[in-house]
């Protein structure tokens, strides 16, 4: 059971760490395109192709970031489900009252 927490945590922290740098990324991305838009009007059709470039990679950054997103809110909704299981399981068997009960047959 600790093994699976912590690659859990290894997950969300590591999910945490590339949205962190997706993040930065996307306002260095956003920089160089307000600059090659510039550079597009000032010199012509020539900076055409990076500002495309740059605005691709800008779509496949934020993918990254909703991908990220949808992962993290599949573990919240797994994480709920598991919740409501649990309160489902120990209103028709509290686990006091399992324990009580494996400890009489242990005894046997």
């Known amino acids: 059971m600790d093994e699976a927490k912590s690659d859990l945590v290894n997950v969300l922290s590591r999910l945490e ?5 997706l993040e930065a990324e996307l306002v260095e991305i956003n920089k160089d ?4 838009e510039q550079c597009v009007k000032k010199y012509g059709e020539y900076f055409t192709y990076p500002l495309q470039h740059l605005k691709d990679l800008k779509r496949t950054k934020k993918q990254k970031m909703k991908d990220i997103i949808q992962a993290m809110e599949a573990f919240n909704d797994n994480l709920l489900g598991g919740k409501r299981l649990v309160k ?3 209103k028709d068997t509290p686990i006091g009252a399992l324990g009580n009960a ?3 047959q242990a005894e046997m």
């Not at 760490?17 to 740098?21: E, I, K, P, R, T």
């Not at 395109?33 to 090659?36: E, N």
């Open 17 to 21: 760490a590339h949205w962190v740098v």
């Open 88 to 90: 489902a399981l120990e």
């Open 102 to 104: 494996i400890d009489g």
């Open 33 to 36: 395109i307000t600059y090659c």
